[in-house]
């Protein structure tokens, strides 16, 4: 199985109202960069997992691990190529 690398950023927003939950990235990032908000974005990790924890973690947050051609278990999806 392959891995697939894992980032998890932090997204930190100063603004003059509450920014309402389920409030898309894009819109949060153009706010900052265009908007009447400023903030900043960091990297507060990186690690490769195996594909077996991805497929679960993705799974979790309601993502399709079929993008990586794998399915809920991290195997690779019959008639691909995404053997490790």
Do not use: C, W
């Amino acid at each position: 199985m392959k891995n697939i690398h894992r980032t998890v950023y932090l997204v930190e927003v100063f603004s003059d109202e509450e920014i309402p939950a389920g409030t898309p990235l894009m819109q949060v990032a153009k706010s900052i960069d265009d908007g009447d908000n400023i903030g900043r974005v960091r990297q507060v990790s990186s690690e490769p997992i195996n594909a077996e924890e991805a497929a679960r973690i993705m799974e979790d947050a309601g993502m399709d691990p079929g993008f990586f051609q794998m399915d809920a278990q991290g195997k690779p999806l019959e008639g691909t190529h995404a053997e490790s």
